[in-house]
């Protein structure tokens, strides 16, 4: 039956291949590229394996940026059963030609990089498998990879398998894996009982280097896993030419294995999770590859996996030919914030003290911009182990002391105190103290409580603070980085027992009294094979709203952009990011009052850093005199933060621009969604001039 099962999946490969050249398709021809000497490409989700983000382009720049006009649109409304509205994609430019993920179905599409015309798609229709996905819709990204010969575009589905397509055409390379794919539920030093139902996905691009793919996996969001022993997140290699795996590498340490006493209980035996769900980083020059792994199952309950457990939330790195560990260490021991390692490593090259050092900088939700040293994982400035509070959950185990820098500081709301309460007026500022009453309050490793009816929970910054999936991004002729953080992305949490039937950890997210069922992010789980799902309740079941006379209950900067002095270990610069929303400069609460512009609370805006600035779009909508509703996607000078100049945007931001050249003429893409825009790549450029 299994054999059946993949003959029918794969035997319908070239019935789902799409594009507006057929005749290239069918017989197999190259999509011509005719580019000229002048063209610059975007390669890699990250712009490179280091993480930069970065091209040297000046063409648009701060005396022009305002001038830019829409070249083309891409609409990803066809490719799957129903729109998107959660596109977070980053395209690749390679050669005059951009890929790109697409649509609830996952799709791949190329297009013409100067007219956006379709060139071909291809999508794998997955059935239950997809339905199933804890990582649905259309992923962030995809990979390239070339011999000088052979090009090839490298993507995970929706429903967790590799697969290999040739780029100028769309066709599955037969000389990868079986026609094309690899199941990645499969050879994975685990099994896998249900093919169709096992917990394992995966949203980010695949790392290649070399002959040399890694892939990480991800699992489902939300506060209420079913159970703590879930899928272990270990991380492949596999050869990029065939398919076959190279190494696996146990984000969760066998017995025998390094770090596996660092569990009690033996433990790691019954604890899932611990993936690389983020983007992996990799040095050819020292052979390694940055692996930033993230928290054990489960977010905010871990009695049932007592000890520091080796190696979640740790920066791991591996040898790239063998993936033996080279070094390692542990951001958070013990886990239980939901601050999960959630970005790309940053591979800086920078001076220090007078002296050039390779470095590798890790942005985090808690707004800590951890510095190695990346051959050697010794911290470049001071890491102190600090005494912090211990709890009371019944049964949890509570680690002493957290590894916390000495510099840079903070850069971003770090905990949460009455300091940071809504203070335009004396009266907002009063009602915000009544509001917090309810709640425990403190620093960024404070322990999650029982929930009761005296206090709630606590409130702090933790799973959707600071710097999420989209990372940041760096200059690395400068050596400063580059990096958006939410700083009002606050949330109550309180815990209560795991209802028999629906989990079997001890404690499971809830407040007083009533847990919280099945949490899933916006979109997750819900796959282009099955039905849409219902709008998620604002704030969860019974969780109060942490607002004042609907305003936020912290004060600006809702959302801030950092220049990080990577040489010297400095904040350079911050700025508020985003127009102030409409509900708060046309609160009543406010009128008369002239409100500096605030920023915008999201954790998905990503920079992309050129010759001279940085880009970051807005993710909400607003409504200005001067323009029509919408969102804006905005120039600041790299040296001062000062903004430059904004053009409009048919929706919000919600996957991280990039930018590439086609005959000396660039182009800055950015995928929109979210609210009631449907996915959509856009692409700007400069008008002609006679």
């Not at 029918?8 to 398709?25: D, F, K, M, N, Y």
């Not at 959630?342 to 890790?362: E, F, H, N």
């Not at 099955?530 to 912290?554: E, F, M, Q």
């Amino acid at each position: 039956m299994m054999q059946t099962r993949n003959f029918l999946v794969l035997a319908a490969l070239p019935a789902l291949l799409a594009g507006t050249s057929a005749l290239a398709q069918l017989n197999g021809t190259a999509v011509v590229r005719k580019t000229g000497a002048n063209t610059v490409n975007w390669p890699t989700y990250n712009a490179d394996l280091a993480g930069s983000r970065y091209l040297p382009l000046d063409q648009v720049n701060a005396d022009n940026f305002k001038d830019l006009e829409i070249a083309w649109r891409f609409k990803t409304d066809m490719f799957g059963s129903r729109p998107e509205y959660k596109l977070e994609g980053t395209p690749l430019a390679v050669d005059g030609i951009v890929y790109a993920t697409a649509g609830t179905r996952r799709a791949v599409v190329a297009l013409n990089a100067v007219t956006g015309e379709l060139l071909w798609s291809f999508s794998l229709h997955e059935g239950k498998r997809s339905a199933e996905s804890p990582r649905a819709l259309s992923g962030r990204g995809l990979s390239y990879w070339s011999d000088g010969n052979k090009r090839r575009i490298l993507y995970t589905t929706i429903g967790y398998r590799l697969v290999s397509l040739d780029a100028d055409t769309g066709q599955p390379d037969p000389e990868f894996g079986e026609n094309g794919i690899v199941d990645l539920k499969k050879n994975w030093d685990q099994e896998i009982k249900d093919l169709e139902t096992g917990e394992a996905g995966v949203h980010s691009a695949p790392a290649i280097s070399g002959n040399t793919i890694i892939i990480g996996a991800a699992f489902r969001e939300g506060f209420t896993p079913v159970n703590h022993n879930n899928t272990k997140g270990y991380v492949r290699a596999f050869d990029v030419r065939t398919g076959k795996r190279l190494w696996t590498f146990h984000t969760i340490p066998k017995p025998g294995e390094f770090g596996y006493d660092t569990w009690l209980n033996n433990s790691a035996d019954v604890t899932g999770n611990a993936g690389v769900w983020t983007q992996v980083s990799i040095d050819p020059d020292l052979n390694l590859a940055y692996l930033n792994v993230e928290s054990p199952t489960s977010d905010f309950f871990g009695g049932q996996r007592p000890g520091p457990g080796l190696f979640g939330n740790s920066l791991v790195a591996v040898d790239l030919t063998t993936g033996q560990r080279k070094w390692h260490y542990q951001l958070i021991h013990h886990e239980i914030w939901d601050l999960d390692n959630s970005s790309a490593p940053l591979l800086m090259d920078v001076t220090v003290g007078g002296k050039p050092r390779k470095v590798v900088g890790v942005p985090s939700k808690q707004g800590f911009f951890y510095v190695f040293d990346r051959a050697t994982g010794k911290p470049v400035w001071p890491i102190n182990e600090v005494k912090v509070m211990q709890g009371n959950v019944p049964g949890e185990w509570y680690s002493p002391t957290q590894p916390i820098p000495t510099r840079p500081v903070a850069y971003a709301r770090n905990g949460f105190s009455e300091n940071d309460l809504i203070d335009f007026t004396p009266e907002l500022r009063a009602k915000a103290r009544e509001v917090v009453k309810r709640y425990q309050l403190g620093g960024v490793y404070t322990p999650p409580i029982v929930s009761t009816k005296d206090k709630l929970g606590v409130i702090n910054n933790w799973a959707q603070g600071g710097t999420n999936w989209p990372g940041g991004s760096f200059d690395p002729e400068t050596g400063v980085a580059y990096v958006y953080a939410c700083g009002a992305c606050i949330s109550s949490t309180g815990l209560q027992p795991g209802p028999r039937g629906m989990t079997n950890l001890d404690f499971v997210v809830g407040v007083d009294g009533q847990p919280v069922s099945m949490i899933r992010g916006p979109g997750e789980g819900a796959g282009a094979d099955s039905p849409a799902p219902p709008p998620a309740a604002g704030g969860g079941a019974n969780i109060p709203r942490l607002a004042v006379d609907g305003l936020p209950l912290v004060k600006p900067p809702y959302g801030a952009i950092n220049a990080i002095d990577v040489n010297k270990g400095e904040i350079k610069w911050q700025v508020a990011h985003g127009e102030t929303p409409d509900f708060v400069r046309n609160n009543p609460a406010l009128k008369g009052m002239t409100i500096p512009r605030t920023g915008q609370s999201t954790y998905q805006i990503g920079t992309l850093v050129t010759k001279t600035l940085v880009i970051a779009g807005e993710n909400q909508v607003t409504t200005t005199p001067d323009r029509p509703r919408g969102a804006m996607l905005r120039a600041y000078d790299k040296k001062t933060g000062k903004e430059m100049g904004a053009v409009f945007m048919p929706g919000p931001q919600s996957g991280s621009p990039m930018t590439y050249s086609v005959n000396g003429k660039q182009y800055v893409v950015v995928a929109t969604s979210g609210g009631t825009s449907s996915g959509e790549y856009v692409a700007y450029t400069l008008p002609n001039t006679k």
